[in-house]
């Protein structure tokens, strides 16, 4: 309807100054409402959307090669709207380096006639096969003091797993990892951190560590181990503990690494500013998902992610395909993220290695999405959080759509998805998703479920949803105004180390 008028009004428009000379009509400026309304459309939507999330891209498991094959679509998909790629990177692919780590077949910890087994005993979090015979230290919370002064090198370090007071075994692998360094750096053999807690039980750790897993590969061929133990037998804890002069056994074998070739997908539109365009702004989502699994009561194994995230792939490709035509003044980067489903791997590898300098970007606007039970709204994670707020708000309203925060704070989504690896770096990046009221059962209908499948989709509501995304993306790409973490923001500070004076 709109194009059509448009194309009417420019045609009258060309009449009229042709033959009525001295009659200067003004030529109206379309806004960026209207070119959003150009180029988005329901059946390029659905087009998309049914693609991606067809059962013959089998779930786009990360590595698979349908997985490749989305990635191509994407990218031709870019070529087709006049995107284009950025220099630096082959055509519009970012390789990035994974690998497949499938679990130990056995291992032991011996010492002092006791044997600790691998699984039943202990679990490897890190490590390589490894057959060594070292003395034992016990640090106690392993704190950077408890290191401090100690020589702890060729020694087995022995710790209490977490630190004090912390009783979230979700918080102690961010100590884990603390400990880890530290232990690595003062020469350590390996770290072992001794594991008790009730809110996550040792077989359901076991379960969960004992699959294989896809990470992404940066270990330059050093693999520190790192160890769970099983606190449960009083005995042979008290004599690690006990510990000084002790010697262990520690044996693990059988772990194989397979080396995986996947891309994040990435384009550029150079702005129109002279000097805006040096500011670049992301529009990025994952395209992977989770492949083929258990099959659910109608026999579908396969997994086909139209919800996560094959809208979100689309609101960018929307969005590419919008500003290709239709530049803003500030530069746009769109990227399609490998490996989200695999734990944010292509995004933490690109917000490492990005192709445009992060401190020249200053958004992300990613897009993620579990599912919708209310076509009202669309929810932005992190809305409340950016200086772009109104302009969000704008945008969905212009469109018939409240713009809504966050509705499941409790759910953590903000640090679960792609944007909080720029978030840590400081570009503000919240997450523009399907509208929902709560984490309740018409989303968890769907959600990492085979059902999730294009026809289930209401793409009326869907082409309002796109829309309001493709304006957000060219009022934040024209703004005057500071799109900035509001102040007291968790990530505030990190985003004024990143662009320094500019932000003032
Ligand atoms: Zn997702």
Not at 208 to 213: A, K, L
């Amino acid at each position: 309807m709109q194009k059509l008028l448009y194309s009417l009004f420019a045609i009258v428009l060309l009449f009229s100054c042709k033959t009525v000379k001295d009659v200067s009509l003004p030529i109206a400026t379309p806004t960026d409402q209207d070119l959003t309304e150009e180029t988005v459309d329901v059946s390029t939507i659905k087009g998309h959307i049914y693609y991606l999330a067809s059962d013959e891209m089998a779930g786009r498991n990360t590595p698979s090669p349908e997985l490749n094959i989305a990635a191509r679509y994407l990218a031709t998909s870019m070529m087709r709207y006049g995107v284009k790629p950025v220099p630096g990177l082959e055509e519009y692919f970012q390789p990035v380096p994974m690998k497949k780590i499938t679990p130990p077949q056995s291992g032991t910890i011996s010492f002092a006639a006791e044997q600790m087994d691998y699984k039943k005993d202990f679990i490897l979090l890190k490590g390589a096969d490894i057959d060594t015979e070292a003395e034992v230290l016990f640090l106690n919370r392993g704190t950077a003091e408890d290191f401090a002064g100690t020589d702890v090198t060729g020694k087995i370090v022995v710790v209490i797993a977490g630190y004090e007071g912390q009783d979230n075994p979700q918080q102690w692998f961010f100590s884990g990892d603390e400990k880890q360094k530290l232990a690595k750096e003062k020469g350590a053999t390996a770290l072992i951190e001794l594991y008790s807690s009730v809110q996550l039980p040792w077989n359901f750790l076991t379960g969960y560590f004992t699959r294989p897993q896809t990470v992404v590969d940066d270990s330059k061929g050093e693999a520190f181990p790192y160890i769970w133990l099983n606190a449960a037998n009083p005995d042979a804890i008290a004599k690690l503990k006990a510990g000084n002069g002790l010697k262990a056994q520690l044996k693990v074998e059988g772990i194989t690494e397979e080396v995986l070739k996947t891309y994040n997908v990435v384009g550029m539109v150079e702005g129109t500013d002279p000097v805006l365009k040096n500011e670049y702004i992301i529009y990025s989502a994952h395209y992977d998902h989770v492949g083929i699994g258990r099959a659910d009561a109608k026999g579908d194994t396969i997994y086909n992610g139209a919800r996560d995230n094959a809208v979100g792939s689309v609101t960018v490709l929307s969005a590419a395909e919008n500003l290709a035509k239709y530049p803003t003044k500030r530069s746009a980067i769109f990227i399609f993220f490998t490996g989200e489903e695999k734990g944010l791997l292509g995004s933490a590898y690109y917000a490492d290695n990005p192709a445009i300098p992060l401190d020249k970007v200053v958004y992300c606007f990613n897009s993620d999405n579990g599912g919708y039970n209310d076509t009202s709204r669309a929810t932005i994670i992190g809305l409340t959080r950016t200086g772009a707020q109104p302009l969000i708000e704008k945008a969905c309203m212009a469109f018939g759509l409240d713009a809504a925060e966050d509705a499941a704070p409790e759910e953590g989504l903000f640090d679960r998805s792609d944007n909080v690896n720029f978030a840590k770096k400081g570009v503000p990046a919240p997450t523009f998703s399907l509208g929902f009221t709560a984490f309740d059962d018409e989303i968890n209908k769907y959600y990492h479920q085979p059902g999730d499948e294009p026809a289930t989709l209401d793409y009326a509501y869907l082409t309002k949803f796109f829309k309001a995304y493709v304006y957000s993306c060219r009022l934040i790409g024209n703004t005057n105004t500071s799109v900035f973490w509001n102040e007291g923001d968790k990530y505030y500070d990190a985003g004024k180390g990143l662009y320094g004076e500019m932000k003032e």
